[in-house]
């Protein structure tokens, strides 16, 4: 009875998934016969003729006559009085010719070849980084050996060093606390050194 239920929930099941796996590709091919047409109204380009430019030289209004030097109106002062000066240039700088982009870029070539060398970024994984100078306003720490790093793994798995008593921890709990801790934290660790050391 329990195999013919079973069975029975399966089909349908299988009956299911089959009809939504087939309204979702019959969606998906409406979709697609009707996307054309979006994409040919999307794609529409009109092009727009730019006008012909024009060389018009614009004519200043014409403003009132002024008859007299005395009737003119006195002309508003600039902060900055700007002067034109005519520079005459020599007719040899005028000649030069310009310079071209291949002999600017080897004058910058030939620049950058004088100057310093460039760090060089390129990563080398077996080169040492050379210490700091030491003038004492830090300390170095020793490098890890491969040594240290089988001591730390065998002591989390009750090799060399490991201890189960945990005084030692508590101490340094308590070290690391100092005065400014937590009260609560630090009334906790001396509640478990007056238990388990004393």
């Known amino acids: 009875m329990a195999q013919g239920t079973r069975n029975r929930t399966a089909g349908i099941a299988l009956g299911a998934t089959v009809l939504v796996h087939a309204g979702i590709a019959w969606w998906l091919l409406g979709?697609?016969?009707?996307?054309?047409?979006?994409?040919?109204?999307?794609?529409?380009?009109a092009w727009i003729d730019r006008p012909a430019p024009s060389i018009d030289?614009?004519?200043?209004?014409?403003?009132?006559?002024?008859?007299?030097?005395?009737?003119?109106?006195?002309?508003?002062?600039?902060?900055?009085?700007?002067?034109?000066?005519?520079?005459?240039?020599?007719?040899?700088?005028?000649?030069?010719?310009?310079?071209?982009?291949?002999?600017?870029?080897?004058?910058?070539?030939?620049?950058?070849?004088?100057?310093?060398?460039?760090?060089?970024?390129?990563?080398?994984?077996?080169?040492?980084?050379?210490?700091?100078?030491?003038?004492?306003r830090f300390a170095m720490r020793r490098s890890i050996t491969p040594a240290d790093v089988a001591r730390g793994i065998g002591q989390l798995f009750g090799g060399a060093g490991y201890t189960q008593d945990p005084c030692p921890q508590i101490r340094r709990n308590l070290a690391n606390l100092g005065s400014g801790g937590d009260a609560e934290l630090t009334g906790e660790e001396i509640r478990r050194l007056q238990q388990f050391c004393l």
């Open 31 to 45: 979709l697609r016969q009707t996307a054309p047409l979006r994409e040919t109204k999307a794609l529409t380009v």
């Open 57 to 136: 030289i614009p004519v200043p209004p014409p403003s009132a006559p002024v008859r007299n030097a005395a009737d003119r109106p006195p002309a508003p002062r600039a902060r900055s009085a700007l002067q034109a000066v005519d520079v005459d240039t020599p007719s040899s700088a005028s000649d030069a010719p310009l310079p071209t982009a291949a002999s600017l870029l080897e004058q910058a070539g030939d620049w950058a070849r004088q100057q310093a060398p460039a760090a060089d970024f390129s990563h080398d994984p077996l080169r040492r980084r050379a210490p700091p100078a030491a003038d004492g």
